[in-house]
T-cell receptor, first 115, second 115 residues
Framework: DVKVTQSSRYLVKRTGEKVFLECVQDMDHENMFWYRQDPGLGLRLIYFSYDVKMKEKGDIPEGYSVSREKKERFSLILESASTNQTSMYLCASSFLKGDLDTEAFFGQGTRLTVV | AQSVTQPDIHITVSEGASLELRCNYSYGATPYLFWYVQSPGQGLQLLLKYFSGDTLVQGIKGFEAEFKRSQSSFNLRKPSVHWSDAAEYFC?????????????FGKGTKLSVIP
């Protein structure tokens, strides 16, 4: 079974703190993604990575950065957390698109509250 | 602009009734199409996917979806809903001409099931 594991299910942080959300996958997937999910807005892509040390901005990268030092791990960083970053964060991974019959696998999510 | 639309924010059906959730996309070429389900407090689970070939796709949990190119639609159906189907459902696409595997989601349809 493919497993995408997010390090925390729930986090509460203070405004201005630096926050790290960690994600690990065990299927040797090239692609990894960070989404945030808000009611009525669906899932919006923050950043993705298609290789170690590579990253691409998604639709809403402002206020976030990412790190991918190893293939299996993709970290989302909030440099200075703000209350409008209170949300559910979902990590996903997949093989590279191509001729492969592929899909994205999701972690359980981290519900972050910034107070 | 490219987009994925789920017109229904919330649907309520009786247990045992049939279900259809709508999804329309706006892309230049036929994208890869997916339906995901999210139970409360959980990550996303893939129900089914369409890449090419037979336009009627069977998925898990008794769900199916039909791709209609002329209508740019990929509607999800189930003949008889069970109480455990109460969840939020997301339609997603990956543009077939895109250089990377990047899911774009609709805003979701929340399904409630009444006894």
């Amino acid at each position: 079974d493919v497993k995408v594991t997010q390090s925390s299910r729930y986090l509460v942080k203070r405004t201005g703190e630096k926050v790290f959300l960690e994600c690990v996958q065990d299927m040797d997937h090239e692609n990894m993604f960070w989404y945030r999910q808000d009611p009525g807005l669906g899932l919006r892509l923050i950043y993705f990575s298609y290789d170690v040390k590579m990253k691409e901005k998604g639709d809403i990268p402002e206020g976030y950065s990412v790190s991918r030092e190893k293939k299996e791990r993709f970290s989302l960083i909030l440099e200075s957390a703000s209350t409008n970053q209170t949300s559910m964060y979902l990590c996903a991974s997949s093989f590279l698109k191509g001729d492969l019959d592929t899909e994205a696998f999701f972690g359980q999510g981290t519900r972050l509250t910034v107070v | 602009a490219q987009s994925v639309t789920q017109p229904d924010i919330h649907i309520t059906v009786s247990e045992g009734a049939s279900l259809e959730l709508r999804c329309n996309y706006s892309y230049g070429a036929t994208p890869y199409l997916f339906w995901y389900v999210q139970s409360p407090g959980q990550g996303l689970q893939l129900l089914l996917k369409y890449f090419s070939g037979d336009t009627l796709v069977q998925g898990i949990k008794g769900f199916e979806a039909e791709f209609k190119r002329s209508q740019s639609s990929f509607n999800l159906r189930k003949p008889s809903v069970h109480w455990s189907d109460a969840a939020e459902y997301f339609c997603a696409v990956v543009p077939s001409g895109a250089g990377s595997y990047q899911l774009t989601f609709g805003k979701g349809t929340k399904l409630s099931v009444i006894p």
